[in-house]
């Protein structure tokens, strides 16, 4: 059950680099330091949108719209944050 547990932990810390990447990215192309016509900024950026969009799009439908500020990837954090409290706190049911 330990390997469970470290499985879940280890899942979590990619989530979370995945969206803190994300997040950097945008503002990237955002301040046009990085420009999505080049092929692998692309791949990546679509990629990393592939990935999270099923994880951000329950959580815009209910963030009230913000105009052009989006909080989806904040409560993300938060949440993945939160499984992982949660997950410390009950790691001796895992042993």
Known sequence: MQSLFQILMLLLDV?????????????????????????FV???????????????????????????IDLAPLVALIAVYAVRIILMNNAAAFY
């Not at 989530?15 to 092929?39: D, G, K, P, R």
């Not at 692309?42 to 052009?68: D, H």
């Open 15 to 39: 989530l979370w680099f995945f969206i803190i990447a994300h997040v950097i990215m945008s503002w990237l192309i955002n301040f046009q330091v990085l420009n999505l016509h080049q092929q």
């Open 42 to 68: 692309a791949q990546i950026w679509y990629g990393l949108n592939r990935i999270l969009e099923p994880i951000y799009a329950p959580i815009r439908r209910i963030l009230p719209p913000m105009s052009g």
